[in-house]
Nanobody
């Protein structure tokens, strides 16, 4: 079992920045995917940013087109944490953000691949 705890959400004006943090109860970086999904009211889960860690420890980030150039995902493997730096926020970024993990699995835009989810942290962007 993996427990994921998010923090860092809140309210910000358009153009502002937030940093989300996800702490895992155990190492999720040995091989597999960790990342962030979001869900806006009335919409399905959307993959935002993910990190795939290969067997040799190399890691590769992936981003949704809607956040490329604005969001940056990064790991802190020593602390079993994942961070999501969000810059240039706009109203379309308003959503509940979930930290997710899929140990031993490749990254995917499908939420069904991810078998561990945090409780979520709300991000509100006002225009």
């Amino acid at each position: 079992q993996v427990q994921l705890v998010e923090s860092g959400g809140g309210s910000v004006q358009a153009g502002g920045s937030l940093i989300l943090s996800c702490e895992s109860s155990r190492n999720t970086f040995s091989r597999g995917c960790v990342g962030w999904f979001r869900q806006a009211p009335g919409k399905e889960h959307e993959a935002v940013a993910q990190i795939y860690t290969a067997a040799d420890g190399a890691w590769f980030p992936f981003y949704a087109d809607s956040v490329k150039g604005r969001f940056t995902i990064s790991p802190d493997k020593s602390e079993n944490k994942t961070f999501l730096q969000m810059n240039g926020l706009n109203s379309e970024d308003t959503a509940m953000y979930y930290c997710t993990a899929a140990p031993g699995r490749p990254c995917s835009s499908s939420s069904e691949v991810f078998n561990f989810w945090g409780q979520g942290t709300q991000v509100n962007v006002s225009s």
